[in-house]
């Protein structure tokens, strides 16, 4: 049974959390400073650790009641503060995001590594199997590339719908690849090799074709965003995937917890690149302009999306460090090639 002395000794945490949580009432956690931002985040934690208590007695139910009516009041603050308007948007693309996207590079890292692994699997395959690139590719694209033809003409005449196809078309298979971590990472990390795997028969079959420049220059310019988009895919569904497979001191129900919503966040990023990526292969990619300003366009965005990622300050945000504290108290082919049929 829970003694008055130790509810007395608790009370002034509980009042101190209701009194951060009127304060927040209306305007959310940015009327806090970062002192009292880890306060509230830390005192979540203690009071939901002090219901965990307060529930195993039965003769205290009121106290029960009115430590999780206050946990329900925080936790509404805590993830209604996430809410971002547009300027928070833009904030979080400016300055928060970068960082996270450090953090968690090494996730990201071995999806290249997997995908580069497929890449030159597949180049060695095509060159040394016959039968091969025909089983992966089809019949209908082998003989198009054979003719020394390229299979992104039906793009050229009907660019507002190709755009929005291709832009859905990415954003699905790269959520995709994302989700699949859930599979312990297997899934994941076959869409990333198969992807490159796709990507060196491709690359191989137009070498010999003699049409490596056709081919690259059409890739370049939205690829310089789609691929590292999908690799960031790959990195989000991989931390997804070590949430699972090795929770260390949390319970893995908190550890897979924890990874999604670092997962999530970083998936988060990768929509805006998307975006751009669709309307730049339905409207520019396949034009006929000279392959010379193709690659300085893919060069550039390339050059700017480093500059994006690796530029901003390295300092945690608040916001960013308030939540994961508070967090733990609490329990096809991407590269769109369509084919000539």
């Known amino acids: 049974m829970i003694s008055n002395h130790w509810i007395e000794k608790r009370r002034p945490h509980w009042d101190r959390l209701a009194a951060l949580a009127a304060e927040c009432q209306g305007s959310g956690v940015r009327r806090l400073g970062r002192d009292e931002l880890r306060e509230l985040a830390l005192l979540y934690r203690q009071v939901a650790n002090d219901l965990s208590v307060v529930r195993q007695d039965g003769t205290a139910r009121s106290t029960a009641h009115m430590l999780n009516q206050l946990l329900g009041r925080t936790h509404n603050i805590l993830y209604s503060s996430r809410r971002r308007s547009f300027l928070g948007v833009l904030t979080f693309l400016r300055k928060d995001y970068p960082r996270h996207f450090r953090r968690l590079l090494p996730y990201t ?12 699997l597949g180049s060695i395959l095509t060159v040394t199997r016959h039968g091969f690139m025909e089983s992966l590719l089809g019949p209908n694209m082998v003989e ?22 291709i832009m859905t078309n990415n954003l699905s298979v790269t959520f995709i690849t994302f989700a699949a971590g859930i599979t312990a990472g297997l899934g994941t990390l076959w869409l990333i090799f198969f992807n490159g795997l796709f990507i060196g028969v491709i690359a191989t079959a137009c070498q010999q074709a003699h049409m490596s420049r056709d081919l690259w220059s059409f890739v370049c310019p939205h690829g310089s965003l ?22 260390g001191l949390y319970s893995r129900r908190d550890s897979i917890a924890s990874a999604g919503r670092e997962a999530v966040r970083l998936v988060a990023g990768i929509i805006p690149m998307l975006v751009i990526a669709g309307t730049i292969e339905g409207f ?32 945690e945000p608040v916001e960013s460090a308030a939540a994961s504290t508070s967090v733990r108290s609490t329990a096809g082919p991407v590269l769109s090639l369509p084919d000539s049929g």
């Not at 890292?109 to 030159?120: E, H, M, S």
């Not at 003409?153 to 660019?159: A, E, N």
């Not at 960031?232 to 699972?244: E, F, H, K, N, V």
């Open 109 to 120: 890292l071995t999806a290249i590594a997997l995908f580069a692994v497929g890449l030159l």
């Open 144 to 165: 198009t590339i054979r003719h020394h033809q390229m299979w992104t003409h039906s793009i050229v005449g009907m660019k507002p719908q190709e755009s929005s196809r």
């Open 226 to 247: 789609e691929l590292p988009a999908i690799f960031i895919a790959g990195g989000a569904g991989l931390r997804l995937a070590s949430g699972m497979l090795f929770p």
């Open 284 to 315: 520019f990619s396949p034009s006929g302009a000279p392959a010379g300003l193709k690659f300085a366009v893919g060069a550039t965005l390339f050059t700017l999306l480093l500059v994006w990622l690796f530029s901003s300050p390295g300092d």
